[in-house]
């Protein structure tokens, strides 16, 4: 209790370290947001009150803590070129981008688990070889490439899926989620290659151990001792790994939502930076820096609960 | 002895791989600095998307240009901004790694807290925040990736330099007097130059994704200069028609990314 208590406090202080950076970054940014909104023959007067309604001459813990406690509450301030809400313009987009990220996350932990543990079981036999290497071939691939390549040969030659034929989740949610499935492959992909070698590797260490020996020694046979006793330990990297697989989906999930033109959240940053729209890139990069944080929390929660040893280490 | 070593490096069917194809990709970027087939921003509206032949090794994209020259320039600035990437990375790194990790105390907590901070910070959000404050250029890609390296090689080297802190060697140089400065970049670092090696080889590799990823997105390197990223993703609107255009520059990537990967895995199974 004592450590998920510390690991608590670590991931806030973690979070208010990451905002103020983000905060920072975007409170150096050249130009006068009160110039921008009045545009530019404002009088010099009409700036100065503006600025001073905005405060943006308070200082900047001040202007920090404005920001971060509107923040918290859901308000995350106004567009620059749509003058809306911010919410308003992602509001629509959260759904594609987290579902996305959750699908591949379940094809890597469906796909990669038996492999792996079938690749250590297997160790050096030719379906083994065969997957190491196409493991290394796999990781070398970007997903928008592998994006690229599974809608040349699943949209354009077997027809599987329209290219760039994305169906919303409002009308149809079979299509929606049959349309994801290939964005949600591209993003798995290399993740899957990357877990399979880390468990198989992982097991293999587990099995060279005295405890394994001795499992054996008592007359167990193999898959007594790889389920029973194995696994459970040479799990334990593995779920630490997937944690950070699965928060590296929600950053991954910016490229392959451009391949497949998925309307996601990705789209409204990339636009809104080309857009100088700061307040819109400012809440998007906040709100995924906050949810990988989260996500690292609660696998250094899962870890501690799986595993008592690290309990007394800490 | 020599003389073995490289009848051993021969039988590692990785290593050999790992070289061959390495070798042909910094042989293409090489040439391309004295020699290209064509001019890479030339365009030629009479060759518009032509597929693979003699003329043109990789085909034409829908400007007429030359598909494997850009690929030749594409790939010498991907190769440059990833060398650049992990000397930044690995240089600043190490030593923050290092000073943190032999003087410890509350430097090392506060350092720690802020390098964990952003390594929980996705290195791809950490480039488009610095090109959205400042603008879409080479060097601030440069800076970005750098600066998203940092953490990685920072907690590799504070790791072994906490490992090697106490070991009788230093202890043994300690007692000769030797500066702390000469402590860390003598004695300690050399020591963990295989552990480095294996990290700049992984993050070599994770460079070469996030640039190509970054162009991908467009806040890469600017048209009408070439880049791999870019090139995949003004193709794709072509690919059922002009499949090389797609295949040129992302075969390229891959084997790129895989050249390294290889003798990374060589070297690896090499201990």
Redesign the interface.
């Given at each position: 209790m004592r450590y998920i208590i510390k690991k608590f406090f670590?991931t806030i202080?973690?979070l208010v370290?990451?905002s103020f950076?983000?905060f920072l970054?975007?409170s150096?940014?050249p130009g006068d947001p009160a110039l921008k909104k009045l545009g530019m023959e404002a009088s010099p007067e009409l700036v100065a009150q503006v600025r001073e309604e905005m405060g943006l001459n308070d200082p900047l813990v001040v202007r920090y803590y404005r920001w971060i406690s509107a923040f918290v509450k859901g308000d995350f301030g106004t567009s620059y070129s749509y003058n809306k809400p911010v919410m308003w313009l992602i509001a629509g987009k959260i759904p594609n981008t987290i579902i996305l990220g959750i699908m591949a996350f379940l094809i890597t932990v469906v796909v990669s688990i038996p492999l792996g543990i079938f690749t250590a079981k297997h160790e050096n036999g030719v379906i083994d070889r065969v997957i190491s290497v196409t493991n290394?071939?796999i990781?070398?691939?970007?997903p928008?490439?592998s994006g690229?390549?599974i809608?040349?040969i699943f949209a354009?030659v077997i027809r599987l899926f329209a290219?760039k034929g994305y169906v919303s989740y409002k009308d149809n949610v079979p299509g929606f989620l049959w349309y994801l499935l290939f964005p949600a492959v591209a993003l798995a992909l290399p993740k899957i290659a990357m877990t399979v070698k880390m468990l198989r590797g992982s097991v293999l260490d587990e099995a060279g151990k005295d405890y394994t020996r001795t499992a054996y020694s008592r007359g167990n046979r193999t898959n007594e001792v790889l389920y029973r006793h194995v696994l459970k330990n040479a799990m334990i990297p593995v779920i630490t790994f997937l944690g950070m697989v699965l928060?590296?989906m929600?950053?991954?999930s910016?490229?392959v939502e451009?391949?497949f033109d998925v309307p996601g959240v990705s789209t409204v940053?990339?636009n809104?930076?080309?857009n100088?729209d700061?307040p819109v890139?400012q809440t998007i990069?906040m709100g995924?820096?906050t949810i990988?944080?989260v996500i690292?929390l609660l696998v250094d929660i899962v870890y501690c609960v799986i595993d008592p040893r690290i309990r007394i280490d800490e | 002895m020599k003389n073995n070593n490289w009848k051993k490096i021969l039988k590692d069917p990785y290593l050999v791989a790992g070289g061959i194809i390495t070798g042909l990709i910094l042989l293409m970027i090489i040439v391309g600095f004295f020699w290209m087939p064509y001019e890479p921003t030339k365009m030629n509206a009479a060759e518009k998307l032509q597929g693979a032949s003699l003329r043109h090794l990789m085909g034409t994209d829908n400007m007429g240009r030359d598909i494997f020259s850009r690929v030749m320039y594409g790939s010498r600035v991907t190769l440059m901004i990833a060398i650049g990437t992990i000397i930044i990375g690995a240089g600043v790194g190490t030593i923050i790694g290092a000073i943190t990790g032999y003087y410890g105390g509350m430097l090392d907590e506060i350092t720690m807290?802020?390098i964990?901070?952003l390594f929980?910070?996705?290195s791809?959000?950490l480039a488009?925040?610095?090109?959205?404050?400042y603008g879409i250029g080479w060097v601030q890609l440069l800076v970005s990736l750098g600066i998203a390296f940092v953490p990685s090689f920072a907690r590799i080297v504070r790791g072994e330099v906490l490992r090697c802190k106490n070991m009788d060697y230093v202890e043994n140089a300690r007692l000769q007097g030797v500066s702390d400065i000469r402590m860390i970049f003598v004695h300690i670092l050399p020591n963990i130059k295989g552990v480095m090696a294996s990290s700049i080889l992984i993050g070599f590799?994770n460079a070469v994704?996030a640039e190509?990823?970054l162009s991908?997105?467009?806040?890469g390197s600017q048209p009408p200069y070439a880049s791999l990223?870019r090139m995949?993703?003004d193709?794709?609107q072509y690919?059922?028609k002009s499949?090389s255009y797609?295949l040129g520059p992302?075969i390229i990537?891959?084997?790129m990314?895989?050249g390294f990967?290889?003798l990374g895995?060589g070297i690896r199974r090499w201990k």
């Open positions: 670590m202080i973690t370290v990451v950076c983000v970054a975007f150096v940014i290394q071939i990781m070398a691939i970007p928008f490439f690229i390549l809608s040349m354009g290219p928060a590296d929600v950053a991954g910016i490229v451009k391949v940053l990339i809104s930076i080309s100088r700061y890139v990069i995924i820096a990988v944080i690292n | 807290r802020v964990d901070a929980a910070f996705p791809i959000l488009l925040v610095i090109v959205s404050v590799n994704l190509a990823g991908y997105l467009g806040v990223g995949l993703s193709s794709q690919m059922t499949p797609v992302g990537i891959v084997l990314v895989l990967a290889f895995e």
